[in-house]
């Protein structure tokens, strides 16, 4: 056992730091690094599409609160009973540092706060969107992190050497014992992140992807992975139809949308180069 042990995946001794009464979270740092290389990645690839670059701030200026408010949302709505109900407090809803982010809302009310102000600026939002695809893919490989800091959203155990050690903590700090040793589901959706990134950089090289399309195979790669995913994570969840994770239900339908809507918009180009000019 102790052979075995030694060639898990240890985690992090703590998540958070405190610099006098100011918490430094792990989990936070992960996040906005990943903004940061999204934000400077968007901008040289909208640039190389022909956009202006500094679109990219102002992008970012309202997704990033529209992303924040919308994962929250979705947090609190599939999870309301760890908030409403009987000997709950319902101000905890409101209390983002907790943790509790939900992807889907995240980037359904971020895209639409992008999108709404593209449209108030009169400029196509298909270009920019096929340029921060992969960003976007890198950007969530690289908050995954946070959760391997905070010790959350892994699978059941496992004794595979790449298992994850979960270390018990008193006052935030690991005391080295190990509680349990599990799938690292966290870091099967960074290497599949990163898989997405790297496809849809070849895709888009080999055949220039335009008309949002980048952006539609971004969103089917990442729910394609994310299905698969989320059946391995053991960690309480709203269910629906009996024992289907909703995080699971979500993935397929928006994979399906998103399929839908690239062949549709493929199709459509295609019709549309066709005619003689």
């Not at 599409?49 to 924040?68: H, M, N, S």
């Not at 983002?96 to 359904?108: A, F, K, M, R």
């Not at 290497?191 to 195979?217: E, I």
């Amino acid at each position: 056992m102790l052979t075995t042990y030694l060639a898990n995946i240890p985690s992090p001794p703590q998540g958070v730091w405190h610099l006098g009464p100011i918490p430094i979270r792990a989990y936070a740092l992960c996040i906005l690094t990943g903004v940061v290389v999204a934000y400077f990645w968007t901008r040289k690839r909208y640039a190389d599409r022909g956009g202006d670059p500094e679109l990219a701030v102002d992008a970012l200026l309202v997704a990033i609160p529209a992303g924040i408010i919308g994962a929250r949302l979705y947090h609190v709505i599939t999870d309301h009973d760890k908030y409403f109900g009987p000997g709950r407090d319902p101000i905890d809803a409101f209390k983002i540092t907790n943790g509790g982010l939900g992807i889907w809302g995240g980037i359904v009310l971020g895209s639409l706060a992008v999108w709404l102000l593209f449209r108030a600026k009169k400029v196509p939002l298909s270009p920019f969107a096929d340029a921060a695809a992969p960003t976007i893919a890198l950007a969530q490989a690289i908050g995954r992190l946070g959760n391997w800091f905070n010790q959350e959203l892994y699978g059941g155990p496992s004794t595979a050497p790449w298992a994850l050690e979960i270390y018990e903590r008193v006052d935030g700090r690991s005391t080295g014992q190990v509680l349990e040793v599990v799938q690292p589901t966290f870091l099967y959706e960074l290497l599949w992140n990163l898989l997405v990134v790297a496809l849809l950089l070849f895709v888009d090289r080999r055949w220039r992807m335009d008309r949002g399309r980048l952006f539609m195979l971004y969103v089917a790669g990442y729910t394609f992975g994310r299905f698969f995913i989320e059946n391995m994570r053991t960690d309480p969840a709203t269910t629906v139809f009996g024992d289907i994770r909703i995080n699971v239900l979500v993935s397929a339908l928006v994979f399906l949308g998103a399929i839908g809507l690239f062949i549709v918009t493929t199709l459509r180009a295609r019709q549309l180069n066709s005619r003689p000019q």
